[in-house]
């Protein structure tokens, strides 16, 4: 009887004191000084005598440390509590002969899995540098930065999936607005004494993370079957306001106007205009896919946005019926070369699409610039569509569809026979703000 009230004491006293074996303590390491001045705050979890540090999104400066390295600050200390008390808490339903047979490695595990809801992992950088490896150069360029970006942020090139979160994309976008723009040079990358547009590049930076974790979320889960390894989206709770490069901004009514009418003072410069006005009058398609330009069958073009064609189920498919009014910039357009079989054969000029862009926009900011106008970019056109659509009151889920976004689409309005009425409907709309040619003149535009 004696032995068993031993046991039972020791039993009791161990399932109300077992998680005191386990210790928590936030900590800062010695000599972790980031180039941004800041101290990355890690979890330092203590069991059976091993350490082992778990990252977090905090961060300290010099006033929120003692000389002797120990944190001072109340705000981090009161923010380090409350995740310490989220992983005491991810610990309670362990018993104290569980504990007995595990590790220190076996503790953080179980806490990770706690605390992210999921045991699934996937290596962020791993996962993105597969990502990237299908863009176009220029692109697969942009996301780089980006990533480099999140490695000098973090000190390392380690991230799993479950440890974004929306605390962590604020502290990331803060570090790259207080750091100096960087360049390439022979000796590395460098910081440049050229002044950062405030805000610009974090918004970039984290718009082109986003698109890595939405990808890495429609490979990993499926809802169909109910298989939902990444159950959650950090950035969709961020603010989506992301500044439009410069020269991409909508262009005014009256604008798009001059442009229809311009003749062009050279082969070149009229060209470029012809093309601008395409790529409005067809729902803003992009200089790539007017490359590629091909499948054209009762006056409808049909092609897959190359741009998003790898993160939506139906590759991106965007049908654009032609508006008879392109008919004099055709004539004019596909009067510059011979014709090669393809629905634009004038831009099949330049070697690829980069090429063909660069060219147009250097055309339009010649002409922009003659005509008294802050120089804009052929991506315009496609900004400019989807503001007007949306001032005239079309709903953002028909232009979605007509411009090839990913987009928030359901599973059955993906694999679902789309009626493409509505965004062609949206589209005279839009072209109905304007004075046209005469579509049956039969005469390309001087």
Not at 84 to 97: E, H
Not at 115 to 125: A, I, K, N, Q, Y
Not at 242 to 261: A, T
Not at 334 to 345: A, E
């Amino acid at each position: 009887m004696i032995e068993y009230l031993k046991y039972d004491f020791f039993v009791r006293y161990l399932s109300e004191n077992h998680k005191d074996m386990i210790t928590y303590k936030p900590i800062i390491i010695q000599g972790g000084r980031r180039r941004d001045g800041t101290y990355p705050v890690k979890i330092r979890v203590t069991f059976k005598g091993v350490v082992r540090r778990l990252p977090t999104t905090l961060v300290c400066t010099d006033s929120d440390i003692t000389r002797s390295g120990r944190i001072k600050s109340a705000a981090v200390l009161e923010r380090a509590g409350e995740l310490i008390a989220r992983m005491r808490a991810a610990c309670d339903d362990l018993s104290p002969f569980a504990l007995e047979g595990w590790s220190v490695d076996d503790v953080v595990a179980h806490i990770r899995e706690r605390l992210t809801g999921e045991s699934f992992r996937l290596d962020f950088f791993a996962f993105a540098d597969g990502y990237i490896l299908g863009k176009t150069t220029s692109t697969r360029r942009t996301y780089s930065q980006a990533l480099n970006a999140l490695e000098r942020f973090l000190g390392s090139r380690q991230l799993d999936v479950n440890d974004i979160t929306r605390a962590m994309l604020i502290a990331f976008a803060e570090f790259i607005d207080a750091e100096p723009k960087m360049q390439r040079t022979a000796q590395g990358v460098r910081p440049s004494t050229r002044a950062k547009a405030p805000g610009g590049v974090s918004a970039l930076y984290t718009a082109k993370l986003a698109h890595i974790f939405a990808a890495a979320k429609w490979k990993y889960n499926d809802e169909d079957a109910g298989r939902i390894l990444i159950p959650r989206s950090p950035f969709d709770k961020l603010r989506k306001a992301y500044p439009v490069s410069h020269g991409q901004e909508p262009l005014p009514v009256e604008v798009v106007q001059r442009i229809i009418d311009a003749p062009g003072h050279t082969e070149g410069e009229s060209l470029a205009l012809a093309l601008f006005i395409i790529s409005f009058a067809t729902m803003g398609a992009n200089m790539a896919d007017l490359w590629a330009a091909s499948d054209v069958k009762d006056g409808v073009w049909t092609y897959n946005r190359q741009k998003t064609a790898l993160r939506r189920a139906d590759r991106a498919q965007v049908r654009v019926l032609l508006s008879p009014r392109l008919r004099p910039f055709l004539a004019n357009v596909n009067g510059h070369c011979d014709g090669t079989g393809v629905w634009l054969p004038a831009v099949r000029r330049w070697r690829d699409a980069n090429s063909a862009t660069a060219a147009v926009n250097r055309q339009l900011r010649a002409w922009a610039q003659r005509e008294g106008l802050a120089p804009f970019t052929f991506y315009a056109a496609r900004h400019t569509w989807a503001t007007l659509a949306r001032q005239l009151g079309v709903e953002k889920a028909t232009v979605d569809e007509a411009l090839g976004h990913v987009g928030d689409f359901p599973v059955t309005d993906i694999y679902a026979q789309r009626n493409w009425s509505l965004a062609w409907a949206a589209n005279e709309r839009v072209l109905d703000l304007f004075s046209w040619p005469d579509p049956d003149a039969g005469e390309p535009r001087k």
